[in-house]
């Protein structure tokens, strides 16, 4: 990531990511793994990039060993963006946030297309021959998993089901997203709402970003609690504040090493 070091000092350049989902947190810890990172920098050679029509940016992977598979993505952008701007397509085998969908040829007045969709989307295109579409805008993310025709042609789409007929809370949410999609031409804001957990993860996130700097538990603790406060607690008994630090740095470094998956399900 390009920071500057003392940059995680700064509580307010976290303020992005009160609106966030666990969709959109898995990749802010992922994108910190610097294993992570030099794997995407060397992945990147297993994808060829064109664009269509400005506003959709087409994806096609090269092979079906792709090395970013093994973090539960099938492509991610640079790891220097945050999740308002980062276009990750997470494997669905891990992800239960992607949409499948039935795709038919269709040509009629009613059939969908990627012309009517003004705001910014990426296609990937496997080597097997599926296909992925991520919508994005501000910060909502809808990745659609398609199987039948091309997405790039005129069709219609139906929900792809199990053999018991049920319909998930999330997949009808995220039906009822991609419908409006169809109709509005952008993502509602309302289909997506933020963890409840997201304060205690800006938390986690900050002492995380501190540790990965070289800071000590007790500068963490001073950018993120205060300079009185520890003055006054950090050699306390209790050591309170020092195990809250703690917990929270170890916290961290699981999410970043792979516990962000659990984000995903």
């Given at each position: 990531?390009?920071?500057?070091?003392?940059?995680?000092?700064?509580?307010?350049?976290?303020?992005?990511?009160?609106?966030?989902?666990?969709?959109?947190?898995?990749?802010?810890?992922?994108?910190?793994?610097?294993?992570?990172?030099?794997?995407?920098?060397?992945?990147?050679?297993?994808?060829?990039?064109?664009?269509?029509?400005?506003?959709?940016?087409?994806?096609?992977?090269?092979?079906?060993?792709?090395?970013?598979?093994?973090?539960?993505?099938?492509?991610?952008?640079?790891?220097?963006?945050?999740?308002?701007?980062?276009?990750?397509?997470?494997?669905?085998?891990?992800?239960?946030?992607?949409?499948?969908?039935?795709?038919?040829?269709?040509?009629?007045?009613?059939?969908?297309?990627?012309?009517?969709?003004?705001?910014?989307?990426?296609?990937?295109?496997?080597?097997?021959?599926?296909?992925?579409?991520?919508?994005?805008?501000?910060?909502?993310?809808?990745q659609v998993a398609i199987e039948g025709a091309d997405i790039l042609k005129p069709g219609r789409f139906s929900l792809s089901l199990s053999s018991d007929r049920h319909v998930s809370q999330e997949?009808?949410?995220?039906?009822?997203?991609?419908?409006?999609l169809r109709f509005s031409g952008r993502i509602m804001s309302s289909h997506f709402q933020p963890t409840k957990y997201g304060r205690r993860l800006c938390f986690v996130v900050q002492a995380l970003?501190?540790?990965?700097?070289?800071?000590?538990?007790?500068?963490?603790?001073?950018?993120?609690?205060?300079?009185?406060?520890?003055?006054?607690?950090?050699?306390?008994?209790?050591?309170?504040?020092?195990?809250?630090?703690?917990?929270?740095?170890?916290?961290?470094?699981?999410?970043?090493?792979?516990?962000?998956?659990?984000?995903?399900?």
């Open positions: 990531m390009t920071r500057r070091p003392d940059d995680w000092k700064d509580s307010e350049r976290y303020a992005y990511t009160a609106c966030f989902s666990l969709r959109e947190w898995a990749w802010e810890f992922l994108r910190r793994n610097t294993d992570f990172i030099e794997d995407w920098k060397q992945a990147q050679l297993q994808y060829a990039f064109y664009s269509q029509d400005g506003a959709t940016t087409i994806l096609l992977a090269m092979t079906d060993d792709l090395m970013l598979r093994k973090w539960g993505c099938l492509y991610a952008s640079n790891p220097d963006q945050d999740s308002r701007s980062a276009s990750v397509f997470w494997n669905p085998a891990i992800s239960g946030s992607v949409l499948h969908l039935n795709a038919t040829p269709a040509t009629d007045a009613e059939a969908f297309t990627l012309h009517q969709i003004y705001l910014r989307s990426t296609v990937l295109e496997l080597k097997d021959g599926g296909q992925h579409i991520l919508f994005a805008h501000e910060g909502c993310w809808l997949k009808r949410r995220l039906l009822r997203c991609f419908d409006d970003d501190g540790y990965l700097a070289g800071a000590d538990q007790e500068e963490i603790a001073i950018a993120l609690i205060g300079k009185k406060r520890v003055a006054d607690d950090w050699k306390s008994p209790i050591r309170s504040l020092q195990d809250r630090v703690r917990r929270a740095i170890y916290r961290g470094c699981f999410l970043m090493q792979g516990g962000y998956r659990k984000f995903l399900g």
